[in-house]
C-alpha cells in the first residue's frame, strides 16, 4: 500500500503562484510514476501532469504546458507541482496520484487550490 498527503493548497489571486506537495509512504518502492490530477465543480477528475520516477520523463495537460513544472525528490518520496499564471479556470481540488506495479493507482486526499479574479 502507498499513502499520498498532499499539501500547499490554497486562495490566490490570478497570475499568482503556488506549490503543491505531495509525500509518498509506505511501499514506495513499487511507484512507477505519479502525477497530480484536477477536479473542477461538476467535472471530471483530468490529469495535469505526470512524472515517471525512474527516468523522470514528463508529460503535461495542454492546459497546463508553460504554466506548470512537475518535479520530483526521490530522497524524500516527494513530488511537488508548482503553478505559476494562475487562472481562476485553474480552481480545483488537485489529487496527488501514484502508479504502483501492475497499475495499480493511489489517491491522496485533495488540497483545493482556488485562484480569484
Known amino acids: 500500500q502507498v499513502q499520498l498527503v498532499e499539501s500547499g493548497g490554497g486562495l490566490v489571486q490570478a497570475g499568482g503562484s503556488l506549490r503543491l506537495s505531495c509525500a509518498a509512504s509506505?511501499?514506495?518502492?513499487?511507484?512507477?510514476?505519479m502525477a497530480w490530477y484536477r477536479q473542477a465543480p461538476g467535472k471530471q477528475r483530468v490529469l495535469v501532469a505526470r512524472?515517471?520516477?525512474?527516468?523522470?520523463?514528463?508529460n503535461y495537460a495542454d492546459s497546463m504546458k508553460g504554466r506548470c513544472t512537475i518535479s520530483r525528490d526521490n530522497a524524500k518520496n516527494t513530488v511537488y507541482l508548482q503553478m505559476n499564471s494562475l487562472k481562476p479556470e485553474d480552481t480545483a481540488v488537485y489529487y496527488c496520484?501514484?502508479?504502483?506495479?501492475?497499475?495499480?493507482?493511489?489517491w491522496g486526499q485533495g488540497t483545493q487550490v482556488t485562484v480569484s479574479s
Open positions: 512524472i515517471n520516477t525512474g527516468g523522470g520523463s514528463t
Open positions: 509506505g511501499s514506495v518502492f513499487s511507484i512507477n510514476a
Open positions: 496520484n501514484a502508479i504502483g506495479n501492475y497499475g495499480v493507482m493511489y
